[in-house]
T-cell receptor
Framework: GAVVSQHPSWVICKSGTSVKIECRSL??????MFWYRQFPKQSLMLMAT?????????EQGVEKDKFLINHASLTLSTLTVTSAHPEDSSFYIC?????????FGPGTRLTVL | RKEVEQDPGPFNVPEGATVAFNCTYS??????FFWYRQDCRKEPKLLMS???SGNEDGRFTAQLNRASQYISLLIRDSKLSDSATYLC????????????FGTGTQLKVEL
């Protein structure tokens, strides 16, 4: 099956710093990738849809200037959390569809001190 | 009202038990339905799709009731390895491939 990798697996940073998360599809070219966020004991919430070669589409309430998405190639999408604050601490997961099945990356756990 | 609602649990059951989870969705235009499994601190993984006629995969049976906007998952002969959070997921028509996730139901299977 399709494989999605994410890096880093976890990151701890100080408040005010920026963190970049990479999502790669390893055996499939994805024109569209999705970025989700999951807070403890809550559901996955779609943050944005990342389209290769064009601007990402953000969900209501998600600040596009804070969560920068770049989908420069068919196998790589990046999410940068700019000026991270403790409330941004969460589990960030990318995914893409192949056929009817959605494949998720292993997730990145971000902790902002 | 949440788009997809589930009882968060946890459901603590003995090994070998049969357990059922329910899920309701609010958008009657929803087209596709899934159950995902999520282990602690891991990504969700597709357990099974849910079809209108109901479907079974080994010890797992999924049912859909469109009239009541209700989905269920039945697990027979529970194993310790079934301990996880089960996410009800809905894909609404016109939303492309945008999925809406429930908060999940936590299952703990004990000896």
């Amino acid at each position: 099956g399709a494989v999605v990798s994410q890096h880093p697996s976890w990151v701890i940073c100080k408040s005010g710093t920026s963190v970049k998360i990479e999502c790669r599809s390893l055996d499939f070219q994805a024109t569209t990738m999705f970025w989700y966020r999951q807070f403890p004991k809550q559901s996955l919430m779609l943050m944005a849809t990342s389209n290769e070669g064009s601007k990402a589409t953000y969900e209501q309430g998600v600040e596009k200037d804070k969560f920068l998405i770049n989908h420069a190639s068919l196998t790589l999408s990046t999410l940068t959390v700019t000026s991270a604050h403790p409330e941004d601490s969460s589990f960030y997961i990318c995914s893409f569809f192949r056929g009817y099945e959605q494949f998720f990356g292993p997730g990145t756990r971000l902790t902002v001190l | 009202r949440k788009e997809v609602e589930q009882d968060p649990g946890p459901f603590n059951v003995p090994e070998g038990a049969t357990v059922a989870f329910n899920c309701t969705y609010s958008n009657s235009a929803s087209q596709s339905f899934f159950w995902y499994r999520q282990d602690c601190r891991k990504e969700p993984k597709l357990l099974m799709s849910v079809y209108s006629s109901g479907n079974e995969d080994g010890r797992f049976t999924a049912q859909l009731n469109r009239a009541s906007q209700y989905i269920s998952l039945l697990i027979r002969d529970s194993k310790l390895s079934d301990s996880a959070t089960y996410l009800c997921v809905v894909n609404t028509a016109g939303g492309g491939n945008k999925l809406t996730f429930g908060t999940g139901t936590q299952l703990k299977v004990e000896l």
